[in-house]
Structure formats: C-alpha cells, structure tokens
C-alpha cells in the first residue's frame, strides 16, 4: 500500500519511504498547503529525529519558517497549531504502527487535519512527479519551542477529583509518558512510563488486547479500580476495568460526553459506522443528538465542525472535543473517563457496573479478514446477508456498509490503512452472534476459495 493514506502518511522507514522521500515531502508541502509558517513535532521513534531533519531542511529549501516543538504527543501539535495560529503542522508518528515505521500527521491553520482527499493525494502526486519547486532565494529559519506547561494550563480545568481511585496507567514506552504525572499525579501505579522508540515492553498499539497483558495484570493483582492505557503518540486511549477486562473504546463514548451534555443538553455527539448500538441508544437516553461518521480523524474533526457537535468518539480509542479545536486528545479523554469512574466509586458503583448499560448486546469487535481481494469479498458479505436474512431494516454506505436489522447489525468496509477487510457484528445475545458472524466470515473466506 502506498505510504500516503487516508487519514495521513505512514509505513515502514526504508522499505515505504525514506529521508528522500521526507524531504520532498517538505519541499512540496508549502505548495500545497498554501503554508509559510509551519509546527513540526516529533514522537520517540528512532528514527523520528532523522525524518524531522529531512522535513525540516525541505521546509526551509522552500523558504518556510518552521517551529520545532520536539518530543511531543500529537494532540500538544493540536493544540499550539490551533493556539497560535500556524498555517499548518506536522507531526512525525506512525502512532500505534510497529517501531519500525514512522509517518506524519498533517494539519492546515486551526488544526483542521490534512487526508488524501483534502490535501494528502496532491501532495504524493508532486511528490512522486520527479520535480522539486523552485527553491526559496531566502531559506527560511527555524526556530525551538515549547507548550508543555501551556498544554498542561489548558487541561488543567478537566483534572478532576481522583482522591481513592486506585489507578493503574500505561505509557506504552510512548510519548504520554512526558505529561502523565503531571495529569494523574503520584497516586496511580505507572507502566512503561519512559519514552523508548524501541517499545521494548509491548507494541504501542492497545486496541490489541494482548499489549494491554500488562495493564490487566497490575489491575487485578493490585485490585485496582481503573488501568488507562496510552497508544504511542497519546492521541488514543483505551481502558480496563477492576476485573482487569479490556473495554472495547466505543462503550466509554457516553461518559466522555457526560459532562458536555450536562452543559448543552440535546447537542450533537458523533460516533463512526461501527459504533455499538448500545451506546447510540444511551447518549440518545442522556439527550444527544447522535451522528454517524466516517471512520478516521480526518474525517471525524470535520464532521465536529460541519455538525457543532460538542464531542464524538470512535471504536478506535479517538475521542473528539469541540472545546479542544474539535481534535482527538488522549490525555483530555482520559481525565473526563476517570472522573466519571471516581465519581461511580464514591457511590460505591465499579467501573463495570458504570458502563453495563452501554454493553447490553453481544458484539464481535472488529475483526479483520486479510483477503486478496478486498471489493470482492467486500461484496460477497453484502450478497450472502441479503440472500440468507433478506433487505435489511437501514443500510448507511458512507464507509462501506452497515446494515441494520431488528435483532443484529453488521458493518463490513475496506481499510484506509491496511490490507483488510474489516467486519464487525452485534446482535441481542451470543448465540446470534456467533451465528452471523459465522455466516459473513465465511461468505468473505468463500470468495478467497478457503
């Protein structure tokens, strides 16, 4: 797959791209942007210092002034992007990817993210052309900067009260271990804490369950109430219970809205296609106005503008704040949750107790099917569900297909990001579950002639 993706660029340093490749990225990206003043950011990769050095002498080339704010989380790019008013940013992660790999987050004026629709397919189209623009006859300066304490001023009005809260928070060797004290204090037991490109301890990416092994161990063993659990560039969050149960991120939607909800009852809450019913009936219970969204940042951030939404998540572990520039901060998305659960612990509620509501139906998560030939197989589920189980009650196509029934639902789409076809079902209980599950995993292996 190409290293420029739907939501932003991202693949395997040497093999996807290389410091080449950066630099005419950084060449090119003043062009397209419209850009002269631009923030650059970086996680703790180990090659994340070297591709900062080809984008930055690419940006400079181009006769751009650029602000490097260093070792930072993604949503800290947000933030100052936003704060202080740059023509565009760009962060330098691949996030929860393998530590070999790197890539870059791009956003225009205001923090408004740059995908391959917007911004990112014109951007490979120059890239790959073979030309470079004329160079800058004045080299434009760059210049270091800081926001950890303004970041930290700004989140520091949702710290809430976690007085007797036994917390567990993993770091995951990623960059939210530069705030993670200053946010939790020195109550909670920390894990993995220290940046370290080399994710010696386990993969930066906790939507796969067994990263958060560890986690789930230091809650149960410590009989813990909460662990939190950071992906690598602190733009995602995921939770545990006190059972030490991994809690899929979509179930936690209605309480990170709980408290925009209580100040402008009946706003609008988004959440993407693959959002549990469950939820989308519970924030319909507390007054939201639900509304369905594509999958993925570049598309969630425009919808919180397009829709005034007061806040959205998705089943990724993004949480979206129009307070925050309508961006995805894993570390504001946390303290909200953990005030919620403290608050539930001093009515002597658990945290599982707390969301049960939104678990009511049995869901598969998403699963992901590697197929050779994605459309096709894409295609085959979509036969095979109206063949066995007839026209379904609503069917919404925006990201591929989600198709509602009475007793069940099912999304089925393409990856923006890997070679997937991603499927993910939820009926009343277990049992038709596993039924239709089996039906629709088989009609996409059928089609691979398994």
Same mark, same amino acid.
């Given at each position: 797959?190409?290293?420029?993706?739907?939501?932003?660029?991202?693949?395997?340093?040497?093999?996807?791209?290389?410091?080449?490749?950066?630099?005419?990225?950084?060449?090119?990206?003043?062009?397209?942007?419209?850009?002269?003043?631009?923030?650059?950011?970086?996680?703790?990769?180990?090659?994340?210092?070297?591709? /900062?050095? &080809?984008? #930055? %002498?690419? +940006?400079?080339?181009?006769?751009? @002034?650029?602000?490097? !704010?260093?070792? =930072?989380?993604?949503?800290?790019?947000?933030?100052?992007?936003?704060?202080?008013?740059?023509?565009?940013?760009?962060?330098?992660?691949?996030?929860?990817?393998?530590?070999?790999?790197?890539?870059?987050?791009?956003?225009?004026?205001?923090?408004?993210?740059?995908?391959?629709?917007?911004?990112?397919?014109?951007?490979?189209?120059?890239?790959?052309?073979?030309?470079?623009?004329?160079?800058?006859?004045?080299?434009?300066?760059?210049?270091?900067?800081?926001? /950890?304490? &303004?970041? #930290? %001023?700004? +989140?520091?009005?949702?710290?809430? @009260?976690?007085?007797? !809260?036994?917390? =567990?928070?993993?770091?995951?060797?990623?960059?939210?271990?530069?705030?993670?004290?200053?946010?939790?204090?020195?109550?909670?037991?920390?894990?993995?804490?220290?940046?370290?490109?080399?994710?010696?301890?386990?993969?930066?990416?906790?939507?796969?369950?067994?990263?958060?092994?560890?986690?789930?161990?230091?809650?149960?063993?410590?009989?813990?109430?909460?662990?939190?659990?950071?992906?690598?560039?602190?733009?995602?969050?995921?939770?545990?219970?006190?059972?030490?149960?991994?809690?899929?991120?979509?179930?936690?939607?209605?309480?990170?809205?709980?408290?925009? !909800?209580?100040?402008?009852?009946?706003?609008?809450?988004?959440?993407?296609?693959?959002?549990?019913?469950?939820?989308?009936?519970?924030?319909?219970?507390?007054?939201?106005?639900?509304?369905?969204?594509?999958?993925?940042?570049?598309?969630?951030?425009?919808?919180?503008?397009?829709?005034?939404?007061?806040?959205?998540?998705?089943?990724?572990?993004?949480?979206?704040?129009?307070?925050?520039?309508?961006?995805?901060?894993?570390?504001?998305?946390?303290?909200?949750?953990?005030?919620?659960?403290?608050?539930?612990?001093?009515?002597?509620?658990?945290?599982?107790?707390?969301?049960?509501?939104?678990?009511?139906?049995?869901?598969?998560?998403?699963?992901?099917?590697?197929?050779?030939?994605?459309?096709?197989?894409?295609?085959?589920?979509?036969?095979?569900?109206?063949?066995?189980?007839?026209?379904?009650?609503?069917?919404?196509?925006?990201?591929?297909?989600?198709?509602?029934?009475?007793?069940?639902?099912?999304?089925?789409?393409?990856?923006?990001?890997?070679?997937?076809?991603?499927?993910?079902?939820?009926?009343?209980?277990?049992?038709?579950?596993?039924?239709?599950?089996?039906?629709?995993?088989?009609?996409?292996?059928?089609?691979?002639?398994?």
């Amino acid at each position: 797959m190409s290293f420029f993706k739907a939501y932003d660029m991202r693949g395997e340093f040497g093999k996807d791209f290389d410091l080449g490749t950066v630099y005419r990225i950084g060449r090119w990206l003043p062009t397209v942007l419209g850009a002269r003043r631009v923030l650059v950011g970086h996680d703790a990769r180990l090659s994340s210092e070297a591709v /900062r050095d &080809a984008l #930055l %002498e690419g +940006l400079t080339a181009s006769g751009c @002034d650029v602000d490097d !704010l260093g070792l =930072a989380t993604t949503p800290m790019v947000y933030f100052m992007t936003a704060r202080d008013g740059y023509d565009a940013s760009v962060q330098i992660t691949a996030s929860h990817n393998p530590a070999s790999h790197n890539g870059m987050k791009v956003s225009r004026a205001g923090a408004v993210p740059v995908g391959y629709d917007t911004g990112l397919a014109e951007l490979e189209r120059r890239v790959l052309g073979g030309g470079l623009p004329e160079a800058a006859a004045v080299p434009g300066a760059v210049r270091p900067v800081r926001c /950890r304490e &303004a970041f #930290l %001023e700004w +989140l520091k009005p949702y710290r809430p @009260d976690l007085t007797g !809260l036994r917390v =567990a928070v993993d770091c995951s060797d990623g960059v939210a271990g530069l705030l993670a004290r200053d946010l939790f204090g020195e109550g909670p037991v920390y894990l993995n804490e220290v940046p370290d490109g080399n994710f010696p301890n386990h993969a930066p990416n906790p939507l796969e369950v067994e990263n958060c092994a560890p986690l789930m161990a230091a809650v149960r063993d410590g009989g813990l109430d909460v662990g939190v659990i950071f992906d690598g560039d602190a733009d995602r969050v995921m939770f545990v219970d006190e059972r030490g149960a991994f809690i899929q991120p979509d179930y936690l939607i209605p309480l990170v809205a709980r408290r925009f !909800l209580a100040r402008e009852p009946g706003a609008a809450v988004i959440h993407d296609i693959r959002t549990s019913r469950g939820v989308i009936e519970s924030l319909r219970s507390e007054g939201a106005r639900t509304v369905m969204g594509k999958v993925g940042h570049a598309f969630a951030k425009v919808a919180l503008r397009e829709t005034g939404a007061v806040c959205g998540g998705e089943l990724a572990g993004h949480y979206y704040f129009r307070d925050f520039f309508c961006c995805d901060s894993g570390e504001l998305a946390a303290l909200l949750v953990l005030g919620e659960v403290a608050a539930a612990r001093r009515r002597g509620q658990a945290f599982s107790g707390l969301v049960a509501p939104f678990m009511r139906y049995a869901n598969s998560g998403e699963r992901n099917l590697r197929v050779a030939d994605r459309a096709a197989a894409l295609a085959s589920v979509l036969a095979a569900a109206e063949a066995r189980y007839g026209e379904p009650g609503a069917r919404y196509g925006f990201d591929g297909v989600r198709c509602e029934y009475a007793d069940w639902w099912f999304n089925v789409r393409v990856s923006n990001t890997e070679p997937y076809l991603r499927l993910i079902v939820e009926a009343c209980d277990d049992t038709l579950l596993a039924e239709r599950l089996a039906v629709l995993e088989g009609a996409a292996q059928a089609r691979e002639g398994r």
